[in-house]
């Protein structure tokens, strides 16, 4: 559970443009991965209805049409991928600042999950004695220092 939904975030956390985000959410929407319910769907359909909303703001149009030059038509394609970019990167600091307190709260909740009835330190030590009980110890070092390695690449 932990190792596909560190992944994604990450994934969506270090998305450099508009596709790789909208490439990156749907990878987790096609995967069945979900952290609350509806949530990703509902950024992607957020950042889509705020893209297509710009596309229809005149000053916006006309802000491309005077970046491109007179006697030149900005197309409609043109007009959605500017405004894509925008949006996007109007959305990307905070995305990002909640995604990587998405991993850390995940990493918090999968480690403590993780020693959940599990021999507290002085038990282990005991129990780290015996080669089953290190092979125990081992394992549980192993994937706290996994856990613990997972970032966002922002």
């Keep these: 559970?932990?190792?596909?939904?560190?992944?994604?975030?990450?994934?969506?956390a270090g998305a450099a443009d508009w596709q790789a985000f909208q490439e990156a959410l749907d990878k987790i929407l096609a995967s069945g991965a979900e952290f609350q319910k509806g949530?990703?769907?509902?950024?992607?359909?957020t950042l889509?209805?705020?893209?297509?909303?710009?596309?229809?703001?005149?000053?916006f149009v006309k802000s491309l049409q005077?970046?491109?030059?007179?006697g030149e038509?900005?197309?409609?394609?043109?007009?959605?991928?500017?405004?894509?970019?925008?949006?996007?990167?109007?959305?990307?600091?905070?995305?990002?600042?909640?995604l990587v307190d998405g991993i850390d709260?995940?990493?918090?909740?999968?480690?403590?999950e993780l020693s959940?009835?599990?021999?507290n330190e002085e038990e282990?030590?005991?129990?780290?004695?015996s080669s089953v009980g290190k092979e125990l110890e081992n394992a549980l070092k192993a994937a706290s220092e996994k856990i613990g390695s997972y970032k966002a690449n922002v």
């Design 73 to 98: 038509e900005v197309s409609p394609d043109e007009v959605r991928q500017a405004a894509s970019k925008v949006v996007f990167a109007s959305a990307k600091v905070d995305l990002q600042k909640q």
């Design 1 to 12: 559970m932990f190792i596909p939904k560190a992944e994604a975030l990450a994934a969506l």
């Design 124 to 129: 282990m030590k005991i129990i780290g004695k």
């Design 39 to 45: 949530a990703l769907g509902k950024i992607k359909k």
């Design 116 to 119: 959940y009835n599990m021999p």
């Design 48 to 59: 889509a209805d705020s893209a297509e909303e710009l596309t229809s703001d005149e000053e």
């Design 105 to 112: 709260e995940l990493k918090t909740v999968t480690k403590s």
């Design 66 to 70: 005077d970046q491109k030059g007179e």
